[in-house]
């Protein structure tokens, strides 16, 4: 069949001739175009249900009384491994994420779908450093974590001391301790303290490769005490060796900004921190 | 002699300032101080009358504990 010639009216007197029919009537049940502009510049008045084919895009439009539209040929709209089918106004094809995204709902793109990477979960380190002074102050501390995890390591200070722990400034908590002191248990409980102490005994003036981890839960939220736990291996005041588990409350229920870890006594001689938020 | 000095972290803008503490801080830091002794001499004299104990019946704190077993 010859290629479409477009559109012709015909008019009485004219010669149809057989490139015409081939060109025009043939193609008129689909009428031919080199493109959109090539239509409307034959088809000045196009008429409702009028259908044509636009060569340049190879689309199947139809007249709508309004304007010309898409005819669903149902072909699919997929080419590439891993292609999504999805709908926006029309069928329209989402092709594949990077690996490790998610396909994530997001109302701002056409088709409402978009590969993304997953929400993270796990630590993020959020200050790091050495210890030094009397005490160490961690400041403006932001709630965009589940948890918060401050990991202590090889601290020691200048005198034998105890460590104490206090949130914003908050000056009453409630904590009870397990503790291993070279095989010898022991169950100690506080109230209303004016600060929480990760430590049974003091700890010596040395170097003993002791490590101290602390938790706290749910510190921003804004109705609740926050619990606290700590974890600490250390060397006593008679160089024992001694662990001690601390579990209590810090009775505040505004969000943790701030976390102090003092020296009862002396300063820091050794120690290095780092603050993770959790999620 | 100098107060004592803190080191503040400032989690959002990672500044890193050491400072001497401020009066009414070097005076809870004095206060505190006490509590601590006071409390390292209860956690001493606990273990000097276990001890004392101890001796006095003796047995040794392994054999006491079996003994509360």
Redesign the interface.
Known sequence: MAAGLGFIEFTTGDILTAASANGYLASQTVMVFASSAARASAIASPQEGMISFLKDTDTMQFYTGAAWSNVDTGASPLTTKGDLYTFSTTNARLGVGTNNQVLTADSAEATGLKWAAAASGGMTS??S?S????????????GTYDNLQLVIRDLYGSSN??L?LTVNSVADYDFGQFDNRNG?ASNNAYVSQ??FIPN???LSPSDNNNSLVINLYDYANTSAFKLIDTQIAYKN?DNVRELTKSWGVAKTTAAVTTVTL?L??G?YSGGTYI?YGVN | MPNPTIRIHNTETGEVIDRQMTADEFADYQAQQEIDEAKEAERAAKEAAKAELLERLGITAMEAKLLLA
């Open positions: 959020i200050a450093g210890l030094s002074g009397s005490s160490l102050v961690l400041s403006t501390i932001a001391a105890d104490r010898t004016s600060n049974y005994y003091n005041v003092a009862s006594v300063t603050l």
